[in-house]
């Protein structure tokens, strides 16, 4: 067994869409559920309390139920030309003001740094 190639399987189904939460394949245009144009994210996260997906006029918070498991349908979109005083805080911490309202949403360290490499991408 030690002479045998380990065989390496991915995930061909690793494009979420961001409206239903379908596993999509790389490259893909649409969803194949939903019929989502794809190519309007920039970046999906999924996080535990919601997921985030940035598009090139939005930022879209779609909330989820208490365990993280399902979504609860509330969907917060935030136009990222009237986002002001974004800041990356303590506690992995992604803080900005909306419509004169502090806005502040706990993400995972990961989902942080993949969200502080997309302001300096689009020059937020």
């Not at 940035?54 to 990222?80: C, H, M, P, Q």
């Amino acid at each position: 067994m030690e002479n045998e190639k380990e065989i390496k399987i991915e995930n061909q189904f690793d494009l979420i869409c961001p409206e239903c939460g379908v596993g999509n394949l790389k490259g893909s245009k649409n969803c194949l559920v939903c019929g989502k144009n794809l190519e309007d994210t920039i970046l999906f996260l999924e996080d535990d309390s919601f997921d985030l997906e940035i598009t090139n006029d939005a930022l879209l918070e779609y909330r989820k139920k208490f365990w993280g498991d399902d979504r609860t349908g509330k969907v917060n979109k935030y136009s990222l030309n009237e986002i002001e005083n974004m800041e990356f805080g303590p506690s992995s911490r992604f803080i900005f003001t909306y419509n004169e309202k502090r806005i502040v949403l706990p993400l995972r360290k990961e989902n942080l740094k993949k969200l502080k490499e997309i302001k300096e991408v689009l020059n937020l």
